[in-house]
């Protein structure tokens, strides 16, 4: 009898990567509860909470600034889809939580998609997820970042204007006139109001 029969075949199981940021982790150890950088398996009932309380949260935050019970992201499954889907649900009576670009009050829920910015306090988490097989577990994986993950996604990073080839701003104007008296190249035109 062949050996490769008797092999069970091991479920690949969705990765959920939190990716953390706070403008003073470097100075302070805001995660050292957390297991960072090795996934750490969770069952599908039950939710992964964060937040101050080591006893309510799973996964705690060395921060006073942080509600006691701050998140918790539940699994769950859409109608024909084979794959684990997530929500997250503000546990917090003071701390609003941003979702993407909606903010959701204490107790309300939102489906979490495949990539999203989550925002309170001062900390960002970018959330995506790495599908996988298994309806019964999944995995955490909680990575710190060196730079705000709303700066990369250019989420409320003011734009500058842009520079014509003269290095010149493009609205250098001061009492209604340009202020350089440079040739503009043909198809370029100032529009004056």
Known sequence: MN????????ELLTCLHINLFHPNQASRPLFHNLPLNQPYKMD?????????????????LNDTSVSRKQLSIQVYKKDGSPFLSFMIQNMS???KLMVGGSE???????ELDDKVLCRFGRYELLIW?????????????????????????????????????????WRN???????????LESDETVVLV
Not at 3 to 10: G, P
Not at 104 to 110: F, G, M, N, S
Not at 130 to 159: H, M, R, W, Y
Not at 173 to 183: K, L, M, Y
Request: some cysteine; aromatic content about 6%; glycine content about 6%.
């Open 44 to 60: 599908a009932e039950d939710p992964l909470r964060l937040g101050r309380d080591g006893q309510t949260c799973i996964f705690a």
């Open 3 to 10: 050996d490769n029969s008797k092999l069970e075949t091991e």
């Open 93 to 95: 009576q003071k701390v």
């Open 173 to 183: 104007f001061e009492n209604g006139a340009p202020v350089s008296q440079e040739p």
């Open 129 to 169: 997820q790495e599908p996988g097989d298994s309806e019964n577990k999944f995995e955490v994986l909680f990575e710190t970042c060196n730079a705000p993950p709303s700066q990369e996604l250019g989420i409320d990073v003011p734009c500058k204007p842009p520079v014509l080839d003269t290095g010149m701003p």
């Open 104 to 110: 959701l009050r204490y107790h309300e829920r939102a």
